[in-house]
C-alpha cells in the first residue's frame, strides 16, 4: 500500500495543476479574509463585529473556501486515469482495483490537508498583523479558533476524498466537474437562501462543512461543530464506499 500511494504522489507531481490549484485556493482564501476585514463596520454588513468570538470564528472559518479547489483536484486525480487510458496499466501493475482507489484517497487525504495547512497560513499571516493594526484584540488559543482552524484542515481533507470518489463514481471528467460546481455554487446556495428549505441545508455537505468550521450565515442555523464533523465523516465514508466498490465491479472501457 506504501508503494501505492507513493505512486499516486508521484503521478501529482509530474503536472503543475496542483500548484496551480493550491494558488488559486490561496488567493481565494487570502480575497475572503481581506473582504472580511475591509468590510467590517459598514452598516450594510450583516456580519458579527471582529471583537466578538462569532466574528473571529467566521473569519478564520474563511480558509475553507478552498473547498471547491480540493473537491476538484480529487475529481481529476480519478478521472485523469480514465481520460488519458492510464487507468488501464494500473489496474494491470495492481490488478486487485481496490487498492488502487485506496491508495489514491489516502494520498489525496493528506493533500488536502496540505492544502488546509497552505490555507490557515494564509488566513493568519493576513488577518493577525491586520487585526492588530485594527486594535483588535485576538488570541489564537481562545474563542474556538483553534476548533475552527482543525475544522478548516479536516473538511479540506474530506472533501478531496469526497472529490477522488466522484471521479470513481463518475469517470467522465468535465461531467463531474461541472456536476459538482453546479451543486456546490447553486443547488447548495439556492437551499441555503430559500426560506423554506433552509433549515435542511445544515444537513448538506456545505452545511456540515460550515458548522465544522464555525462560520457564519444571517439566518442560517448550524449543527454543533461534533454533529457536523461526524457528519463530514460519514459523507466521506459512504463516498468512499461507493467509489471503490464501483472502480471494482464496472468494466474500465
Known amino acids: 500500500m506504501t508503494n501505492l500511494v507513493r505512486a499516486e504522489f508521484t503521478k501529482l ?3 503543475k495543476l496542483w500548484l496551480w490549484l493550491l494558488v488559486g485556493a490561496a488567493g481565494l482564501t487570502a480575497l475572503f479574509v481581506s473582504l472580511t476585514i475591509g468590510l467590517e463596520g459598514r452598516e450594510d454588513n450583516p456580519s458579527p463585529p471582529l471583537s466578538s ?16 479547489f480540493t473537491v476538484v483536484l480529487g475529481i481529476i486525480a ?29 494520498a489525496y487525504a493528506l493533500v488536502g490537508l496540505a492544502f488546509g495547512t497552505v490555507n490557515v497560513l494564509v488566513s493568519l499571516a493576513i488577518a493577525v498583523p491586520w487585526l492588530d493594526a485594527k486594535n483588535v484584540d485576538l488570541s489564537l488559543t481562545a474563542n474556538r479558533i483553534p476548533q475552527t482552524l482543525l475544522g478548516v484542515l479536516l473538511g479540506l481533507a474530506i472533501f478531496t476524498v469526497i472529490g477522488v470518489a466522484i471521479g470513481a463514481l463518475v469517470r467522465h471528467q468535465v461531467a463531474a466537474v461541472v456536476g459538482t460546481l453546479v451543486y456546490s455554487l447553486v443547488v447548495e446556495s439556492f437551499v441555503s437562501l430559500l426560506p423554506t428549505i433552509r433549515d435542511y441545508f445544515k444537513y448538506f455537505p456545505g452545511g456540515a ?12 442555523t448550524f449543527l454543533a461543530a461534533w454533529q457536523a464533523g461526524l457528519l463530514m465523516v460519514a459523507y466521506g465514508v459512504v463516498f468512499a464506499v461507493l467509489g471503490i466498490t464501483l472502480a471494482i465491479r464496472r468494466d474500465i472501457t
Open 78 to 106: 480519478m478521472t485523469g486515469e480514465y481520460r488519458y487510458q492510464t487507468i488501464t496499466p494500473t489496474f494491470l501493475v495492481t490488478p486487485r482495483r481496490g487498492r488502487v482507489v485506496v491508495a489514491k484517497l489516502i
Open 209 to 220: 462543512f460550515s458548522g465544522l468550521t464555525n462560520s457564519y450565515e444571517p439566518d442560517v
Open 13 to 15: 507531481f509530474t503536472t
Open 53 to 68: 468570538a462569532e466574528g473571529q470564528q467566521a473569519l478564520f472559518s474563511s480558509a475553507g473556501g478552498a473547498a471547491v
